[in-house]
């Protein structure tokens, strides 16, 4: 791991999935062009995420898998109540297809374009 991948171990991302709720993932690992690991600090639950790129072809595969459980009983009825699963799985779909699109608008390094 190169001294930049290195640094960007313990760095922080907080977000609202839900109005007024925040979360936020710390980035626990890194491993070049494999995966990067986070583990979420803050908000209704605990846990950890991986997000993992895979090649294929002349394309990379880029896939999210969580692990995660609310903090308290308390959190777990409110977490279900207010459907946080399903707005947690849009908003997914929403940094993907953000990403596609910004990868479709730019071309690559070596000269070609991004799928």
Do not use: C
């Amino acid at each position: 791991m190169s001294d930049r991948d290195q640094e960007r171990v313990g760095n922080r991302l907080a977000f609202t999935p839900v109005p007024g709720v925040w979360t936020g993932w710390e980035i626990t690992e890194v491993v070049p062009l494999e995966q990067i690991r986070v583990a979420y600090f803050q908000g209704f639950h605990t846990g950890w995420g991986v997000w993992r790129f895979a090649p294929q072809q002349e394309d990379t595969l880029l896939s999210f898998e969580m692990r995660i459980v609310p903090k308290n009983p308390f959190y777990g009825l409110v977490y279900r109540l207010a459907g946080v699963p399903r707005r947690h799985a849009a908003h997914m779909q929403e940094i993907f297809s953000g990403l596609e699109g910004y990868l479709q608008d730019r071309p690559l390094a070596e000269g070609g374009g991004a799928r």
